[in-house]
């Protein structure tokens, strides 16, 4: 193709050309660079083309590669390397997990409930609070050895009571239940009420 031709195709098709361009520029001032780019691979290459007819839609699939090759160059590069304190594990929990949780809970509410509101007390206060003995007592109102012994009775009768639902079968020893009991509510912050 002579450059004549080239110039009289290219006039009646630039004005569409540039205005694909800034439509998919957006008001960037990079529009007329492009269209100059385009210009200039086109004429470049002008020999390429063998049929007049199809010289339209050469030209936009030359700007549009030029676009596609802008935003190419202008997407931004982040290293892992510099990023490397990402933690991209995911801390949830599954749903498996958090219904086993739902579960347990409610079945540990449903013992709670059958032990008196001293019992639910010092398995609060120990087992769930945190607590120190002394601390469990004074709150209790009673001396250290009497607040170890309504603990160890309480956890007790959590575990015949934990043990009398058919949900599941934990060891029947007092430690256990009230070591159950703050593994269920500890980390979530419940109370259990004292009624």
Do not use: Y
Request: aromatic fraction near 8%.
């Amino acid at each position: 193709m002579s450059a004549e031709t080239f110039e009289a195709l290219l006039t009646a098709n630039l004005p569409g050309v540039r205005r694909f361009v800034q439509k998919r520029l957006g008001p960037s001032g990079d529009a007329e660079d492009i269209v100059q780019e385009v210009l200039m691979r086109a004429f470049l290459r002008r020999h390429q083309l063998r049929v007049q007819a199809k010289f339209r839609s050469w030209l936009w699939s030359i700007a549009m590669n030029e676009i596609r090759m802008f935003f190419r160059r202008d997407r931004g590069h982040l290293s892992l390397d510099e990023r490397a304190h990402i933690d991209s594990r995911d801390g949830a929990l599954s749903p498996l997990a958090s219904f086993e949780q739902t579960e347990l809970r409610e079945w540990l509410l449903a013992a709670m409930a059958k032990l008196s509101a001293r019992d639910r007390a010092a398995i609060r206060l120990r087992d769930l609070d945190g607590l120190t003995l002394s601390e469990a007592a004074q709150a209790l109102e009673c001396s250290e050895p009497a607040a170890k012994s309504i603990l160890f009775r309480a956890r007790r009768r959590l575990a015949h009571a934990l043990l009398a639902t058919p949900r599941f079968q934990v060891a029947a020893s007092p430690r256990a239940a009230g070591r159950f009991a703050e593994l269920a509510f500890f980390d979530e912050g419940h109370e259990i009420g004292v009624a």
